[in-house]
């Protein structure tokens, strides 16, 4: 059993930054993929940034430039560091990870960029 905690969102102005984060608890075997996703009232959830154990990430065009992933394999934690933040990011930002054959997501936490 995997559980992943999220941990950052809050509100924040036009423009601001926001770090979120996301441990998992993991026992007996190694995630693949780490990342976030995020979901805005009557959208789907879409992919925002997901990294592997190694390698470059991948981020999604609308937060390319703005958005940071970083993992932390050893800790079982990712990162994701938002910047330039607009109206557009308001949703709430869910962790994922993939491993052992199985997808995982974390609660989820509300992001509002709001003046």
């Known amino acids: 059993q995997v559980q992943l905690v999220e941990s950052g969102g809050g509100l924040v102005q036009p423009g601001g930054s926001l770090r979120l984060s996301c441990v998992a608890s993991v026992s007996g075997f190694s995630l693949e993929f780490m990342g976030w996703y995020r979901q805005a009232p009557g959208k789907e959830r879409d992919l925002v940034a997901r990294?592997?154990?190694?390698?470059?990430?991948v981020y999604a065009d609308s937060v390319r430039g703005r958005f940071t992933i970083v993992r932390d394999n050893p800790k079982n934690t990712v990162y994701l560091e938002m910047d330039s933040l607009n109206s557009d990011d308001t949703a709430i930002y869910y962790c994922?990870?993939?491993?052992?054959?199985?997808?995982?997501w974390g609660q989820g936490t509300q992001v509002t960029v709001s003046s």
């Open positions: 990294k592997g154990r190694y390698g470059s990430p």
């Open positions: 994922n990870a993939d491993g052992n054959g199985h997808v995982y």
